[in-house]
């Protein structure tokens, strides 16, 4: 039988990136950061399934660190009667230089944080990335729909 490397240890079949596609959607970008998030076993697995759900998620700060809420982590079926809860609030990990940065920027009016993507990184830990974001008005939501179908039909004339 042969020694499997030391670097295939940490490679995994599927990779997880979910993504919030209405965050783009909804709000210009201006600085992204990525975050570890707190969860509990059943958790993570549930995330190595895809079972997450972003779309009505926000972070905020309570105490001087960053919290995200309204995250649905699905129930993991496999998991005993200890389950855990879907909706609760999650702790994000970030740097003190970082977290003093976005407080400072969260001053200006409108704007906000946001988690645009979860997966797993190399090392098998859920990774949030986090967006320091502004709001799109209604012309701007336009012109990024009007952008989107120029570019499919571009794409459509290439082949």
Not at 9 to 33: C, G, M, P, W
Request: proline share 1%; with cysteine.
């Amino acid at each position: 039988m042969a020694k499997k490397n030391s670097k295939e240890k940490h490679v995994f079949a599927k990779s997880v990136q979910i993504k919030n596609r209405r965050a783009s959607f909804e709000y210009h970008f201006l600085d992204t950061y990525i975050a570890g998030v707190v969860l509990q076993g059943s958790e993570i697995k549930s995330i190595r399934m895809g079972k997450v759900n972003m779309q009505d998620a926000y972070c905020y700060f309570k105490n001087g660190e960053l919290w995200v809420k309204q995250l649905n982590i699905s129930t993991y079926t496999n998991a005993t009667y200890n389950n855990h809860e879907p909706t609760r609030e999650r702790k994000l990990l970030l740097s003190k230089r970082e977290l003093k940065k976005l407080e400072e920027r969260l001053e200006e009016q409108g704007l906000t944080v946001i988690p645009t993507r979860v997966f797993i990184n190399d090392r098998g830990w859920a990774k949030m990335e986090v967006a320091l974001a502004k709001g799109k008005k209604l012309y701007d939501k336009r012109d990024s729909l009007k952008e989107k179908d120029l570019k499919r039909e571009i794409d459509r004339t290439k082949y």
